[in-house]
């Protein structure tokens, strides 16, 4: 990971992929993170923090950009919040806009993410000793399920058009799109024709 590499310039940086695996420092930041991360853990850091793609306390849980470009949305906000034993409703440290035009693909999503994940990261080391914490607004938060290769079904009855967005998230590769007709299932993965891709 480039930033990694960058940073273990001036800081200490360790990139690990299972939570049996970390051992403590000033903070963990966890991006793409499937494990509970609990207090024993935490308790290792001066700060455990996590990068979540909704406005908090709205669309805790799992793969929030993904349900909310299926809810039609194309402005998501990124944020860095601290990790608690309750997900997803740690302390706010700041946040991000995230702007999409509603034409691109799962990889291109990803990469725009993770553009602002990096923004966000970067924030940490910047501010880490004079961050200003914003508790989560009082509403009634709202969760996300975990997706399952169930999600990427198509309805043969609708419109492309009218299942774009899903198409949008559909991972290729792992969980591809699918309808099932005439006692079949077929699959249907998804590309951008790059000569067309707007500037």
């Known amino acids: 990971m480039n930033w990694i590499t960058d940073?273990?310039?001036?800081?200490?940086?360790?990139?690990?992929?299972?939570?049996?695996?970390?051992?403590?420092?000033?903070?963990?930041?966890?991006?793409?993170?499937?494990?509970?991360?609990?207090?024993?853990?935490?308790?290792l850091y001066?700060?455990?923090?996590?990068?979540?793609?909704?406005?908090?306390?709205?669309?805790?849980g799992w793969s929030p950009h993904i349900w909310q470009i299926l809810e039609g949305n194309n402005e998501i906000?990124?944020?860095?919040?601290?990790v608690e034993d309750?997900?997803?409703?740690?302390?706010?440290?700041?946040q991000k806009k995230l702007q999409f035009e509603g034409h691109e693909l799962l990889e291109e999503?990803?990469?725009?993410?993770?553009?602002?994940?990096?923004?966000?990261?970067?924030?940490?080391?910047?501010?880490f000793n004079h961050a200003t914490l914003k508790q989560q607004d009082n509403e009634e938060p709202t969760f996300y399920r975990r997706r399952t290769p169930e999600d990427s079904r198509l309805d043969p009855n609708k419109s492309i058009s009218e299942?774009?967005?899903?198409?949008?998230?559909?991972?290729?590769?792992?969980?591809?799109?699918?309808?099932?007709?005439f006692g079949n299932r077929y699959y249907?993965?998804?590309?951008?024709?790059?000569?067309?891709e707007t500037e």
Not at 163 to 181: C, G, T
Request: hydrophobic share 40%; net charge neutral; charged share 25%.
């Open 77 to 82: 906000t990124v944020s860095l919040l601290e």
């Open 86 to 94: 309750e997900i997803d409703s740690g302390a706010i440290w700041t």
């Open 163 to 181: 299942q774009f967005n899903l198409l949008r998230v559909v991972d290729s590769k792992r969980f591809p799109a699918f309808f099932e007709l």
């Open 7 to 43: 940073k273990k310039k001036n800081h200490q940086c360790q990139l690990r992929h299972n939570k049996s695996d970390l051992c403590g420092g000033d903070v963990l930041l966890l991006v793409s993170c499937y494990e509970l991360i609990t207090s024993d853990i935490r308790s």
């Open 46 to 60: 001066k700060a455990s923090l996590v990068i979540h793609a909704s406005n908090l306390p709205k669309g805790r």
């Open 109 to 127: 999503i990803e990469s725009r993410l993770f553009s602002i994940e990096i923004d966000l990261m970067d924030f940490v080391i910047q501010h």
């Open 188 to 196: 249907i993965t998804i590309s951008k024709d790059s000569s067309s």
